[in-house]
Each structure stands twice: as structure tokens, then as C-alpha cells.
């Protein structure tokens, strides 16, 4: 019944901005944990940034100060404002959710969306 739906990616130039959102269909608990991952092939799975039930929120070095995460909790959303893109941003970006642990470790994410891709040149 848990479900994550990705949309928002696509195809731009260095220093541009996309805004990805993510359908959230199935939260079971009061507290919980999303985010968004990134990922290239043939490299393991990185987290993004990270936002628990209270708002508390966790950034990746690499994109603190460029991007933003935030969720609409009427509308079971959740969306990552990326600006000042870099090449070395592109990548399958997916969407998860997971129990209270607000943590980028992706394996501590149960479930998964299919992803979006983000390309920067």
C-alpha cells in the first residue's frame, strides 16, 4: 500500500534550478522520516537531504546552501528545490521514507520510489 511517486527531473544547464516532488500514499505512523537519494551508475546510493515529521531537516555537504527540502504534510508531498546546479549533481534522484531515524544512510529507508532522472551540463 506504501507508495512514492517521483516527478520533476529533467535536463539542464550549470547553474539552473529544478524542483522535484515526490507523492507519498501510505504513511503508517505518527513520526517518520523522508528524503531524497541520489545515485550513478556504479556507485552506492547517496543521500541528499532528509526531513523528519517535526521538520527537523539534514543536508549532504555537497549541496548545503544550493538546495532545499521541504513537504506539504495535507498533501502528502514531498519536494527538493535544487539551484546553483552542478555537472556532478546529475544522477537518478529517488524519493524514501522510513521510520523516525533522520539519518542520509539510505539503509535505513524502507521504501523506495522509481526515480527521476537530473542531467547538468
Known amino acids: 500500500h506504501v507508495q512514492l511517486v517521483e516527478s520533476g527531473g529533467g535536463s539542464v544547464q550549470a547553474g539552473g534550478s529544478l524542483r522535484l516532488s515526490c507523492a507519498i500514499s501510505?504513511?503508517?505512523?505518527?513520526?517518520?522520516?523522508v528524503g531524497w537519494f541520489r545515485q550513478v551508475p556504479e556507485k552506492e546510493r547517496e543521500g541528499v537531504a532528509v526531513i523528519e515529521s517535526d521538520g527537523i531537516t539534514i543536508y549532504a555537504n555537497s549541496v548545503k546552501g544550493r538546495f532545499t527540502i521541504s513537504k506539504d504534510n495535507a498533501k502528502n508531498s514531498l519536494y527538493l528545490q535544487m539551484n546553483s546546479l552542478k555537472p556532478e549533481d546529475t544522477a537518478m534522484y529517488y524519493c524514501?521514507?522510513?521510520?523516525?531515524?533522520?539519518?542520509?544512510?539510505?539503509?535505513?529507508?524502507?521504501?523506495w520510489g522509481r526515480g527521476t532522472q537530473v542531467t547538468v551540463s
Open positions: 501510505g504513511v503508517r505512523y505518527r513520526r517518520y522520516c
Open positions: 524514501a521514507a522510513g521510520s523516525a531515524f533522520t539519518t542520509l544512510r539510505h539503509d535505513r529507508y524502507t521504501y
